[in-house]
């Protein structure tokens, strides 16, 4: 006889809200999880992935409900339970990890304390097995740790705590709902490890949620993928990255850059229009109005989820066509940019050239200080950055949370005036402050930001948020000005009726687009993104990087693109500079950037990214400890507290020397060239295995 | 209520917002009673002198202390004077000193805000902690200290008012700006070059409003009940006039012969000040957590 399920979920509907309000977030699933097994959930945003996540554990807000199906944790009915028993499952066998460990915390209670709460009250051994808990989750220091409350720890380690506590009542299913997601990819990598390695051991059975195809490759065994609350696929991980089999899966495989993917000669195929609405859902299959391959009875008639041989699932009218290759359901590319303009190259004139820029940020004495007579201490965001974009160009910078990489763009714009170094713009020396800069100049740099939400002003409407710099900075005419409005809404791919909407009319995606049309309105050369695509869902963010490679060559811009995504990056630049604690660890041309010899920075970020393949082999260089206090920078080359090639006291003395190949990348470190490049092998480079660069149009 | 609202529906863009905000703040009982009953007030202190049968110092000693009747609904005074009719000229005079000082403390506290707050450092320091003095002080204090030593008028009255209450409308519009002024739109407003007064008034002041209305109608309350207590220390409005305190005030002595003289200023003063907080409340009901 076999054991029951870890959790196993039939015919499942939730709904929000009340008689006319009622929204069906989730209809009919069907999941079951066995002991041991890892499973991905993923979906975008508005999927219906995290109700289901809370509906797996029957702990839905007050707002949802359960409307139809079953739901049996090993075996048992959840949904006949009484509140006093679910309250026992959710101490004993079933444990949540959220995605915010802040949130989840409480502030007053002591680590040590919360992680308790999962035993026994009468366990005499519970602080032994707290410490115990704290080392399996890579917390050394553990007896610290315990008594530290949530915000003296950073991220990375609140979320091993969030584990730990998870773990504390050895659950039989635990829930990770986007565990990771705040967190840089290096610490990603380190949490994804800890979870694969110390919970499988356990034989606990794991529902992994993220949007993010790369992590649930490296982690899971199978996968189900979730769209406008139905699921449209399920399949072991290796079938669904080789051989999607729903349309849908396919887009989501196609919108994510690969790991060495440049625009110049491979786009992404985002996926066309939006998730529908809960309360506006299509008659027949909830994709069709997305899909390439829909007909008329796909618009017409919902399919069935079928049985695929055995281990797979899908829902899909075609999938048939699609599984024997008669059909690509792939989506339709954008057009082919015009004749393209070859960029200069990269020692031609520079647009925009950074010469030691330095960003200090006094932090106030304290009273110790003062009577001790120490000086005032700085916090040094910007250590000396030196950046050139010629025309044409995209220079993408990419660093993790804290490297100083936002303050480096605020610094060029103007926003925040440096504390040294000089910046200049077509070769003139730009003021340091933004009220010093005349309007040509302002014309001249805009910059789009991360936050969509947050850019344009919810009180005004999209027209007057354009108007304004067409008028003021373009100087375009009362008369003229409607038109270039509607150019400029076009540009940007939105019809001109957008002109009277509020912001909070519009998705995150068209957001992001007026911004990026606000900015462009001037005619800028030189445009900054910091983190403009970080926020949008996958299928979103290629359709916005493709624009803006499409805008690039119709409006002869350069671009400064800031990003934690080294593949978003690889996929949108020429040129790639890293950095780390403000200070510049090497900086390549972006044909070579994935070929040794690496900064072993670059080396630990390269193996630390999420590939879209789970077979892929990458090697596993992980940075230990935490992020150094830009406090107290560490001398010598900054990143010798963490790295794994540390040589020794000339790293902690001596700052490391400018290294450049003849292919002009150039590394920032002690050990030569030539002994890097023995020992480090090129990234992985995962091509999508239904058709090579080749067979692109 | 919402029947001819309903029946306007055809305008559209900002008119059509306007109604829609009306009809939900008149959707809650609480809300659209205290509204009603401030608009039938600023509609006495707008018609006083018709609605008034006698004047607000007419005398008549042979009808001295009558108690009310359906010719005299709030009854007569010591001294013969029409208490419905004092009360009814006096309203005039509460909404043109609470109002208008409320108006001034309102203006003078969200330019104040707004630049202090924008600009930061040592002038917000400055400014706030200026404010800060002036908090510290009981507003009743405050107001007889001033009113004291300049002596009591109606246009000093008004400027006290102003002044006691400026710093609490500066607050209000600080904590609203200290988070706006952080926004990417608002960056987005410099690297177009945009001057100091557009930023604070087309792209900051919109977020302030909300907030902003809510405490207006709520100093207005305070602003009553501060002008009818001025009037009740003899620091305000000066005898003979029809001033609702300085009625209170007149009609203590005699509050065993003609208690009717002392209650119903007393309750008029009441109801006032009650509406306006009932309908501060619905509008931040409406207004700030999205009704």
Known sequence: MTAAPALKIAGLSVSYGNGSGQRTVLRDIDLTIETGQFYGLVGESGSGKSTLALAAMRYLGADGRITGGSIELGGVNLLAMSDPELRRTWREAVKLVPQDPLASLNPRLRIGQQIAEGFDRRDARSEERVLELLASVGLADGLRVARSFPHQLSGGMQQRVMIAAALAGSPELLILDEPTTNLDVTTEATILDLVRDLVRARDTAVLYVSH???????????????????????????????????????????????????????????????????????????????????TELTREQRPPLEEVGGSRRVRCHRWREIADGRLNPRQQGTAAAPAEQQPASARDEHVLTVTGLEKRYPLRRSLGDLLAGRSRRQVHAVAGVDLAIGRLRTLGLVGESGSGKSTVARCV?????????????????????????????????????????????????????????????????????????????????????????????????????????????????????????????????????????????ERATAYLFISHDLAVVSYLADDIAVVYLGQLMETAPASVVLQPPFHPYTEALLSALPLLDPQAKQDRIRLDGELPSPVDRPGGCPFHTRCPRFLGDICVSEEPPWRETSEGKRIYCHIPLDELEATQSPATLPAAPWEGPEAND | ???????????????????????????????????????????????????????????????????????????????????????VLGTRDIFMLAGFGTLLAVFVGTVVGLFATYLGGLVEEIAFRLFDSVLAMPALLFALLLLGTFGPSRTNVLIVIAVAYVPIVARVVRSVVVAVKTREYVAAARMQGESLGYILFREILPAVLPALAVESALRFSYAIFLVASLGFLGAGVQPPNPDWGLMISEARTFVGLTPWALYFPAAVISLLVVSVNLMADGLKTVLQEGG
């Open chain 1, 212 to 294: 993010s195809l790369g992590v649930i490759a490296r982690l899971c065994d199978r996968v189900a993928v979730l769209y406008a609350g139905e699921l449209v696929e399920d399949a072991p991980v290796s079938d669904i990255y080789q051989r999607p089999l729903h349309p849908y899966t396919r887009g989501l495989l196609d919108s994510v850059p690969r790991l060495g993917q440049n625009r110049r000669d491979d786009l992404l195929r985002p996926i066309v229009g939006q998730i529908p609405q809960a309360n506006s859902l299509p008659d027949g299959c909830v994709f069709a109005p997305r899909c390439p391959v829909a």
């Open chain 1, 413 to 553: 714009i103007g926003l925040t005036p440096p504390s040294a170094g000089e910046v200049t713009l077509l070769d003139v020396p730009l003021a340091r402050q933004l009220s010093a800069r005349d309007r040509p100049v302002l014309r001249r740099l805009q910059m789009v930001f991360q936050n969509a939400d947050e850019a344009l002003n919810p009180y005004l409407t999209v027209g007057r948020s354009l108007r304004r710099p067409l008028a003021r900075l373009a100087g375009v005419s009362p008369a003229e000005i409607d038109a270039r409005l509607a150019q400029l809404l076009q540009a940007v791919r939105l019809s001109p009726d957008y002109a009277e909407r509020y912001p909070h009319e519009l998705s995150g995606g068209e957001k992001q687009r007026i911004a990026i049309a606000r900015a462009f309105a001037a005619s800028p050369d030189l445009l900054l993104f910091d983190e403009s695509v970080s926020g949008l869902d996958v299928s979103v963010q290629a359709a916005v990087l493709n624009l803006l490679g499409q805008l690039q060559q």
């Open chain 2, 1 to 87: 209520m919402t029947a001819p609202l309903a029946s306007v529906r055809g305008a559209r863009g900002r008119g059509v917002r306007r109604l829609r905000f009306l009809r939900t703040l008149y959707s809650r009982r609480s809300a659209a009673f205290g509204t009603s009953v401030v608009l039938l007030f600023l509609l006495v202190a707008l018609a006083g002198p018709l609605l008034a049968p006698y004047g607000a110092n007419e005398q008549d000693f042979s009808e001295a202390r009558r108690p009310p009747s359906l010719e005299r609904p709030f009854g007569s005074d010591h001294l013969g004077r029409d208490v419905f009719s004092r009360v």
